[in-house]
Each structure stands twice: as structure tokens, then as C-alpha cells.
């Protein structure tokens, strides 16, 4: 069982940058890979970024890519979400998930735990 507490979330302008954490609770955490999704009002639940269980191996979505970094520390149970260059269209729920195993997916269907989600918003 892993439970995944999502912070960092915040109103910011255009340009500017947020870093979102996910802190998660457990002594396995080096066994998920971590995923970070999002989801805007009246849109579907999209990938954002997948990290593997050892930080070794990213991906990224096409729409973030060059903008947004995900890093972990396994030793803090942790991972983050630094987000640049902040667009209006980032603007949704941001959500932090695991998943047991070596490399994380971008089909949200392929995880097993959820945090609650965080608000980005991202003024013009």
C-alpha cells in the first residue's frame, strides 16, 4: 500500500515556474515508478511525464517536453514535478501516481495508486 500526498500547486503568471512534490508514505517506494498526470476541467486525465523506479529513465510528453523535469529521491520518498515556462494551458489538476515495477506508462490505467491532485493555475 502507498499513499501519495501531492503539494506545490499555486497560482502563477505566464513565464513563470512552479515545482509540485508527491511525498509518498511506505518503505517500498523504490519499487513504483512514478507517473504525473493532469487533468483541465471537462477534458480527460492526460500524461505529463513518467519517471523509473531508480530516476534513470524519463519521458515526456510532447506538450512539456523541454519545459517540465521530473526527479525522485528515493531515499525521501519523494518526487517532483519542476515545471518552466508556464504556459495558460497548463493550467488543471495535477496528480501524482505509482506504479509497481521498473518504468511507469503513459496510460493512467496502468497505475495503482493516486494522490489527491493539486491545482496549477497559469495566468495570461
Known amino acids: 500500500q502507498v499513499q501519495l500526498v501531492e503539494s506545490g500547486g499555486g497560482l502563477v503568471q505566464a513565464g513563470g515556474s512552479l515545482r509540485l512534490s508527491c511525498a509518498a508514505s511506505?518503505?517500498?517506494?523504490?519499487?513504483?515508478?512514478m507517473g504525473w498526470f493532469r487533468q483541465a476541467p471537462g477534458k480527460e486525465r492526460e500524461f505529463v511525464g513518467r519517471?523509473?523506479?531508480?530516476?534513470?529513465?524519463?519521458r515526456y510528453a510532447d506538450s512539456v517536453k523541454g519545459r517540465f523535469t521530473i526527479s525522485r529521491d528515493n531515499a525521501k520518498n519523494t518526487v517532483w514535478l519542476q515545471m518552466n515556462s508556464l504556459k495558460p494551458e497548463d493550467t488543471a489538476v495535477y496528480y501524482c501516481a505509482a506504479r509497481s515495477g521498473i518504468y511507469g506508462y503513459a496510460d493512467p490505467g496502468e497505475y495503482d495508486y493516486w494522490g489527491q491532485g493539486t491545482q496549477v493555475t497559469v495566468s495570461s
Open positions: 511506505g518503505r517500498t517506494f523504490s519499487s513504483y515508478a
Open positions: 519517471i523509473s523506479w531508480n530516476g534513470i529513465s524519463t
